[in-house]
């Protein structure tokens, strides 16, 4: 069974519109986090939470805001969606420590914006 | 700011032939290496990662060592399996930093 689980898989969007990825971890874990893979730009950090507060923000458009209404969820709310945004975005998650925990990746949700 | 260098692009071996990706980083601070592998459809998973006390990491054949004179993390492998054949990222993290920063990714075609 998937200890992080990413829905949808798929999500097909039309520019201008809005967009929740949702991501939910059963692996006990207290830092979640987002990164976004796409051919420009592989694997890129967006956001951190620990014990659900922001730790760190590398993305710089507001348009990217994450919701976590509990310690197991952070949620990646898209506004405005633009082609660009096309990407496969994965939730991680890990042990909060001392920055040697490994991340546990869920399998992702491949966004495509028309 | 800390950062990653890896091997560019696409690397193709031959079954058998040893592997070898390099990985370069600056670090303000001293911080900790990882390799995580992501092959085809999947998502990434954890390879391997430097430990503290400088033992070497090993984990399916593949071992890195951390060499910080060089500021370098490479990772090799005595003899590339079809199986190999995966993106293969080197992350660093810092003590203080708990979110992992990926390098560019370095593609690994193993042939028959």
């Known amino acids: 069974d998937p200890k992080i689980i990413q829905k949808p898989k798929y999500l097909v969007a039309v520019t201008g519109s809005e967009k929740i990825l949702i991501c939910e971890q059963y692996l006990g874990h207290n830092a979640m986090y987002w990164y976004r893979q796409s051919a420009k730009k592989p694997l890129e950090f967006m956001f951190s939470y620990s014990y659900q507060k922001l730790m760190d923000n590398q993305t710089a458009s507001s348009r990217f805001q994450p919701q976590s209404s509990k310690k197991n969820h952070l949620d990646l709310q898209i506004t405005a969606l633009k082609p660009d945004d096309s990407a496969t975005y994965f939730c991680?998650?890990?042990?909060?420590?001392?920055?040697?925990?490994?991340?546990?990746f869920g399998h992702g949700t491949k966004l495509s914006v028309l | 700011g800390d950062s990653v260098t890896q091997t560019e692009g696409l690397v193709t071996l031959t079954e058998g032939l040893p592997v070898m990706l390099n990985c370069t980083y600056q670090s303000t601070y001293s911080p900790f290496l990882f390799w995580y592998v992501q092959h085809l459809n999947e998502a990434p998973k954890l390879l391997l990662k430097s430990f503290t006390d400088n033992k070497r990491p090993e984990h399916q054949g593949f071992h890195a060592t951390l060499h910080k004179s060089s500021s370098s993390f490479h990772l090799q492998k005595s003899s590339a399996q079809l199986s190999d054949s995966a993106l293969y990222y080197c992350?660093?993290?810092?003590?203080?930093?708990?979110?992992?920063?990926f390098g560019a990714g370095t593609k690994l075609s193993v042939k028959p």
């Open positions: 991680a998650s890990s042990h909060p420590g001392t920055g040697n925990e490994r991340l546990f």
């Open positions: 992350a660093l993290s810092e003590w203080n930093n708990n979110a992992p920063r």
